[in-house]
C-alpha cells in the first residue's frame, strides 16, 4: 500500500513539543514495521527532517500560523511535487481535516478514473462543548451512543483562539465537508465524536460519518527514561501543556495562589512551557501566551524547565512528583497527560471533556470542586502508600495508549478503506 500522508504542524520552531508531529513520527514507524510492503509519501513543511527510509518527504511551505495552514491549499506546488506519483497512491491520510475536501478535488484531477479513499483525523477541534457533559455524582460522561437519534440545541460554542473575526465558524464548516468526502473519520476520544459530531448536526442534521476514537499514541519505550529517573523526595507539580488561555493556565494558578496562601507552600510547579519558541508571527496573533508567560515568572512557588530532546523531557517528567492536567473542557485529548501517566506520575484531572477516558471514569484522581483538588494534592504529598498506588495505576492504565495498539486500529480502518475501494 502506497499512502499519502499531509502532516499537521503547529510548532515548526519546537518540533519535539508538537503533538502533529510526534503523533505522526510514532504512528508511522510502528505502522511501517508491521507492514513491510508499505510506503508512505509525507507532506511535511521545510525543517521537518528524515524520518524513515519508506517515509519520502515531500517539502512543500503550506503556512506558518493557525490560519494559514487550514485555509491556504497550494495546489500548483502540491502538483508539481506529487502529481507523477498520484496513479500509485492507494490512500489519503490526512491529518488537518479541514484539507480533506482539497485532497479529494486535487486527487480527482490527477486521476480522474480512481477514486482514492480518504481517511481524515481531527486533531483538533474549533469548538466547546455548550455545557458539562459529566454527572459529578458518578463521574460518568453522560455520551448517547445512538448520535442520529440526539436532540441537539441550536446554540454553538467556539474555541476562542480559533475565533477572531468570528472564523471558528469557516473553519468548522471545514470539517464538515471532511466528515461528507472522507471514507472514514478518526478522533481522538469519544468525547471527541460527540463534540464533533453532535455540534454538526445542529447545522447538517444528515452528517453521519463512519467515525472512530483513536487516541494519540504513547511511546513506552521512551517513557521508560522517565520511568527509571529519580525524584529529591520534594513536591513538584509539573504544569506540563500550552500556555493559551483556554488551556486553564489562569483558572489553574489562580487556585494555586490560593493553596499557597491557605493550605501549603512547600511545593513547587514546574512550567514545560511548549509554546516556548513561538514566532513573532504567532506571538503577534495570539499575544495572551507571552502576557501568562510573563505573570506565572513573578510567582513565587513557579519555575520554567525546557527540554529540547525527548529522552530530556521523559527524564525530567519522571524526575516530578505530581502532573495536573489542563483546566480545558473542550480538551479531546492530552498527550502530555499521557506522557505523564507512562512515567508513573499521579496525574489530577478535572472532571470533565475527555479526562475520564485518560484517567479512568472511576479514578480516584478526578476532581470536580476546588476543594477535592486541594484535598487530593495534600493526599499525594503526604500519603506515600496512596501515592505509590496512584504511580502504579497511572503507569498500568498508560498501557492502553501504546503506540503498538494504536498502530493496530489505524491498519484496521486504512485496510478496511482501500479493500472496500478495490486498491
Not at 509519501?41 to 503556512?63: C, F, Q, S
Not at 481524515?120 to 460518568?140: A, I, K, M, Q, R
Not at 455520551?143 to 454553538?156: A, F, I, M, N, P
Not at 506522557?339 to 506520575?345: E, H, L, P, Q, V
Request: proline residues 6%; contains cysteine; hydrophobic residues 40%.
Amino acid at each position: 500500500m502506497k499512502i499519502l500522508d499531509f502532516l499537521n504542524v503547529s510548532n515548526l520552531s519546537n518540533l519535539q513539543a508538537d503533538s502533529g508531529f510526534i503523533f505522526q513520527r510514532l504512528i508511522l514507524n510502528e505502522i511501517l514495521a508491521r507492514k513491510k510492503d508499505w510506503e508512505v509519501y509525507l507532506i511535511a513543511p521545510e525543517g521537518v527532517g528524515d524520518l524513515g527510509e519508506r517515509i519520502n518527504l515531500v517539502k512543500l511551505d503550506y503556512g506558518h500560523n493557525k490560519y494559514e495552514t487550514r485555509f491556504n491549499f497550494p495546489w500548483a506546488k502540491l502538483r508539481n511535487s506529487i502529481e507523477g506519483i498520484m496513479q500509485d497512491i492507494d490512500l489519503i491520510y490526512v491529518n488537518q481535516a479541514e484539507h480533506a475536501s482539497n485532497f479529494r478535488a486535487f486527487a480527482t484531477v490527477a486521476v480522474p478514473t480512481k477514486r482514492i479513499p480518504i481517511v481524515s483525523y481531527f486533531h483538533y477541534l474549533p469548538l466547546e462543548p455548550p455545557h458539562v457533559h459529566f454527572d459529578f455524582s458518578t463521574g460518568y460522561y453522560d455520551r448517547t451512543t445512538d448520535l442520529e437519534g440526539k436532540v441537539q440545541s441550536s446554540s454553538l460554542r467556539f474555541d476562542q483562539s480559533l475565533n477572531q473575526h468570528g472564523l471558528a465558524l469557516p473553519v468548522f464548516m471545514r470539517l464538515i465537508e471532511a466528515m461528507f468526502v472522507s471514507d472514514y473519520c478518526i478522533t481522538c476520544s469519544e468525547f471527541g465524536i460527540d463534540l464533533l459530531v453532535g455540534s454538526a448536526q445542529k447545522l447538517v442534521p444528515t452528517v453521519m460519518p463512519k467515525i472512530a476514537a483513536i487516541p494519540p499514541p504513547v511511546s513506552l519505550a521512551e517513557a521508560e527514561h522517565g520511568r527509571t529517573a529519580e525524584k529529591d523526595g520534594k513536591n513538584k507539580i509539573v504544569f506540563n501543556h500550552r500556555l493559551y488561555s483556554h488551556y486553564g493556565p489562569k483558572e489553574f494558578f489562580d487556585f494555586m495562589d490560593w493553596f499557597y496562601g491557605n493550605v501549603r507552600t512547600d511545593f513547587e510547579v514546574i512550567l514545560t512551557d511548549p509554546t516556548n519558541g513561538r514566532s513573532a508571527e504567532r506571538n503577534k496573533l495570539d499575544p495572551s501566551v507571552a502576557d501568562m508567560r510573563h505573570i506565572l515568572s513573578a510567582k513565587p512557588y513557579v519555575r520554567f524547565a525546557h527540554s529540547s530532546e525527548r529522552e530530556c523531557y521523559y527524564r525530567a517528567l519522571g524526575s516530578y512528583k505530581v502532573s495536573i492536567a489542563p483546566f480545558r473542557p473542550s480538551a479531546l485529548w492530552s498527550m502530555s497527560v499521557v506522557d505523564s501517566m507512562a512515567c508513573g506520575i499521579p496525574v489530577v484531572c478535572p472532571n470533565y471533556a475527555c479526562f475520564p477516558e485518560i484517567i479512568g471514569a472511576n479514578s480516584e484522581l478526578l476532581f470536580s470542586k476546588p476543594k477535592e483538588l486541594a484535598d487530593l494534592l495534600v493526599k499525594l504529598f503526604d500519603d506515600e502508600p496512596f501515592y505509590g498506588a496512584c504511580s502504579q495505576y497511572c503507569a498500568t492504565r498508560a498501557a492502553k495508549f501504546s503506540v503498538e495498539r494504536a498502530a493496530d486500529r489505524f491498519i484496521s480502518i486504512f485496510e478496511e478503506v482501500t479493500l472496500k475501494n478495490g486498491s
